[in-house]
């Protein structure tokens, strides 16, 4: 039997999230993907509203981006519709076919990586824009520090 301990500061909170997310692989994500008509907030046809309107104010403009966590495509189609070269990297090889479906569909040029973004090999000042909405809430706490200083 498993005894909860409730999560009193931020160390616990952090040793829930490492312990959620150890076990996850290409099955547990492929899994998640599997069912494209299941109600999931990510799973809708359109880009995220922050990144529309970061475009529409200027804060972002037009280059090469990284999307980190691309899942179905939708932020890196619409990167792509309005001009950008897009890399969309995803651990889930169901999500890169999603998204490669998605990119397809719409007759837009989408480059997707299926790998660990902890494997992916970046060349300093490779990107103008690296965008994530779907990626770092998905990283044990602990991996995600060394991810930040990368």
């Known amino acids: 039997?498993?005894?909860?301990?409730?999560?009193?500061?931020?160390?616990?909170?952090?040793?829930?999230?490492?312990?959620?997310l150890q076990r996850a692989d290409?099955?547990?994500?492929?899994?998640?993907?599997?069912?494209?008509?299941?109600?999931?907030?990510?799973?809708?046809?359109?880009?995220?509203?922050i990144l529309v309107a970061d475009?529409?104010?200027?804060?972002?403009?037009?280059?090469?981006?990284?999307?980190?966590?691309?899942?179905?495509?939708?932020?890196?189609?619409?990167?792509?519709?309005?001009?950008c070269i897009v890399d969309a990297v995803d651990f889930s090889s169901a999500a890169i076919d999603w998204a490669k479906q998605r990119t397809q569909a719409a007759g837009l040029p989408v480059n997707y990586i299926h790998k660990s973004i902890f494997e992916l090999e970046v060349p300093s000042e490779s990107y103008d824009v690296v965008y994530d909405s779907g990626c770092f809430?998905?990283?044990?706490?602990?991996?995600?520090?060394v991810m930040l200083s990368w």
């Not at 290409?26 to 509203?49: G, I, T």
């Not at 104010?57 to 309005?82: D, F, H, P, W």
């Not at 809430?137 to 520090?145: L, Y």
């Open 26 to 49: 290409d099955a547990w994500s492929n899994n998640l993907f599997a069912d494209r008509e299941k109600p999931c907030p990510f799973f809708v046809d359109w880009p995220d509203e």
């Open 137 to 145: 809430h998905h990283i044990p706490p602990i991996a995600g520090r």
């Open 55 to 83: 475009f529409a104010a200027g804060l972002i403009q037009l280059g090469k981006v990284l999307e980190l966590g691309c899942g179905n495509g939708r932020n890196a189609t619409y990167m792509a519709s309005l001009g």
């Open 1 to 20: 039997m498993t005894t909860e301990r409730p999560v009193t500061n931020t160390g616990d909170l952090l040793n829930l999230l490492d312990r959620l």
